[in-house]
């Protein structure tokens, strides 16, 4: 599509003044004084706009306009004029005062082409298509074959298409194609502040803060009472989750314009979003996380867009959660807030100490090589370490878990859990079972043997809990006697002795197995 020509032809006089002389006639003596300026007004004028042309012609356009401005003086109802003048603005990106003489022109002489094409070219520099329509239609009603006209109908004809189509998608809130339709329309109108302001306003719902920021600023330096930017400048603020700034921004666009509908709702929901999230902080300090819990809730629903306060609350709602022991709620709302904001680092953490909590180890290192690979602090190396050990940890047998006691159990909970599933597993309660189901329980009274052997031995505990020699650990058992180990604990030696007492066996067990 054609942008915006600006080349603009000013007019010129066709009358050339000469002075008639005799062959032989002497030109005058200049005499003392200065002869007296016997030019009438329209000549001064015409002299005032040749002066003016040799400057436009020059590109000295502010000397132009000040020569066209002293002829307009001399002769206020000549169109050609206000023509020119209006050329020189479109030359300088000043449309209004364009548009303002090209009016003063077409309205001293209707049949006055130029100045009908010079309003033409205003009106869609400002965005009025329509009034740019309406002046090439007039120009292709006095000259139906002028070509200027034409493509220029066209060029108005498309811009009315972007923004009829921009108009729709953003009803649709298809921002991506009313950035497409408006930028379009800005190439047409570039002077056009709304089209600028729908274009910022579209980069910031599509999350695109930064661009919208740098479009904005240049606008209010121009324009820095432009309501509809310092809105859509307090949008920006707001969905950067800045509210204070935000605040002030939608306060300064009322007072403005203070039946501007959009800043109202935003300011509204701006503050209620702020005060919701602040009861909800007071009642987590005061300790009354269900309240605490029930207020972040509500907070989520003021406004879906808002994606970093959103993701701020989220987390919030997950470290309340968890000291409710909603641990999976809590992952989930981490999860939501990392869909939010894929930088946030303190949702990232928080979701994988949670999965450390609850043994998903593999998910906690994936989040901590997130974490380190955003923030390589001694701190996240340290947690990504503790957890790949964790995880190293968990691809062994977990001895506690098959004795059924915590990881701080002592001594004597130990023991006594190692007699309850020896007891459990030993094959001789399990003679009269199938072939399978009996291999399945003198494996099973291995393992409680090997827990057993680890966990009572202060020096194996030890290594086990801190992950060392895993790998020895893990193959040192090819030639474990199990039956060696209920032996002695049962004769009295507690398990570390492989020789018998004379203690009798409960039940009678024969330690015939293989």
């Known amino acids: 599509m054609a942008t915006m020509d600006k080349e603009v032809e000013i007019e010129e006089t066709t009358e050339e003044i000469t002075i008639e002389m005799e062959e032989n006639e002497e030109e005058p003596m200049e005499e003392e004084q200065e002869?007296?300026?016997?030019?009438?007004?329209?000549?001064?004028?015409?002299?005032?706009?040749?002066?003016?042309?040799?400057?436009?012609?020059q590109k000295e356009y502010f000397k132009a306009i000040?020569?066209?401005?002293?002829?307009?003086?001399?002769?206020?109802?000549?169109?050609?004029?206000y023509g020119n003048r209006?050329?020189?603005?479109?030359?300088?990106?000043?449309?209004?005062?364009?548009?303002?003489?090209?009016?003063?022109?077409?309205?001293?002489?209707?049949?006055?082409?130029?100045?009908?094409?010079?309003?033409?070219?205003?009106?869609?520099?400002?965005?009025?298509?329509?009034?740019?329509?309406?002046?090439?239609?007039?120009?292709?009603?006095?000259?139906?074959?002028?070509?200027?006209?034409?493509?220029?109908?066209?060029?108005?004809?498309a811009c009315f298409k972007f923004i009829s189509e921009g108009k729709k998608a953003y009803e649709k809130e298809d921002f991506r194609k009313v950035l497409f339709c408006m930028e379009r329309a800005i190439s047409l109108a570039p002077a056009c502040s709304r089209?600028?302001?729908?274009?910022?306003?579209?980069l910031v719902l599509l999350k695109r803060y930064g661009e919208a920021q740098v479009a904005l600023n240049e606008l209010l330096q121009r324009d820095g009472m432009n309501a509809d930017a310092i809105y859509v400048r307090g949008l920006c603020f707001y969905?950067?989750?800045?509210?204070?700034?935000?605040?002030?921004?939608?306060?300064?666009?009322?007072?403005?314009?203070?039946?501007?509908?959009?800043?109202r709702l935003a300011f509204k929901k701006c503050k209620s979003l702020k005060v919701k999230k602040e009861e909800g902080n007071t009642a987590f300090k005061s300790g009354k996380n269900q309240l605490a819990y029930d207020l972040y809730t509500e907070a989520l629903q003021i406004d879906p867009l808002n994606v970093f306060t959103n993701a701020k609350i989220y987390l919030n709602r997950a470290i309340v959660g968890t000291r409710l022991g909603k641990t999976e709620q809590?992952?989930?709302?981490?999860?939501?807030?990392?869909?939010?904001?894929?930088?946030?680092?303190?949702?990232?953490?928080?979701?994988?100490?949670?999965?450390?909590e609850t043994?998903?180890?593999?998910?906690?290192?994936?989040?901590?090589e997130k974490v380190y690979e955003m923030q390589k602090t001694k701190e996240h190396r340290m947690l990504l370490q503790d957890a790949k050990l964790e995880l190293k940890k968990s691809k062994r047998k977990d001895y506690y878990?098959?004795?059924?006691?915590?990881?701080?159990?002592?001594e004597d909970e130990i023991k006594k859990a190692y007699r309850k599933h020896a007891l459990l597993h030993h094959p001789d309660r399990h003679a009269s079972k199938s072939v399978e189901e009996r291999k399945e329980e003198e494996v099973k009274f291995k393992e409680v043997g090997e827990a057993y052997n680890i966990l009572s031995d202060a020096k194996k505990k030890y290594r086990y809990d801190s992950g060392q020699d895993l790998e020895d650990m893990s193959n040192g058992f090819a030639d474990f006697d199990a039956n060696n180990l209920f032996q002695a604990f049962f004769s009295g030696g507690g398990g570390h002795s492989h020789h018998h007492h004379g203690h009798s066996f409960p039940h009678g067990f024969s330690f015939q197995f293989g």
């Not at 002869?35 to 012609?57: C, H, I, L, Q, W």
């Not at 000040?66 to 004029?81: H, R, V």
């Not at 946030?344 to 450390?356: H, S």
């Open 239 to 263: 969905y950067e989750d800045i509210i204070d700034k935000a605040i002030q921004h939608f306060q300064q666009t009322l007072r403005l314009a203070p039946d501007h509908t959009k800043s």
């Open 195 to 202: 089209f600028k302001v729908q274009r910022a306003e579209s």
């Open 35 to 57: 002869e007296e300026d016997e030019r009438t007004p329209e000549e001064k004028a015409e002299d005032m706009k040749k002066e003016g042309n040799s400057f436009y012609v």
């Open 66 to 81: 000040d020569l066209y401005t002293e002829a307009i003086n001399l002769c206020p109802k000549c169109a050609s004029y």
């Open 359 to 368: 043994e998903l180890f593999e998910e906690a290192v994936r989040d901590y």
């Open 401 to 410: 878990k098959i004795l059924s006691v915590g990881k701080n159990a002592n």
């Open 86 to 157: 209006a050329a020189c603005y479109i030359m300088l990106d000043k449309f209004k005062d364009g548009l303002e003489d090209a009016r003063t022109a077409v309205r001293l002489d209707p049949s006055f082409v130029k100045g009908h094409l010079r309003e033409a070219k205003c009106h869609l520099a400002l965005g009025e298509v329509d009034g740019s329509i309406r002046s090439l239609e007039e120009v292709m009603r006095l000259d139906s074959n002028n070509k200027q006209a034409k493509n220029e109908l066209v060029t108005a004809r």
């Open 330 to 356: 809590a992952i989930e709302d981490c999860s939501k807030a990392i869909e939010l904001d894929p930088k946030y680092t303190k949702a990232y953490l928080k979701r994988a100490k949670c999965f450390m």
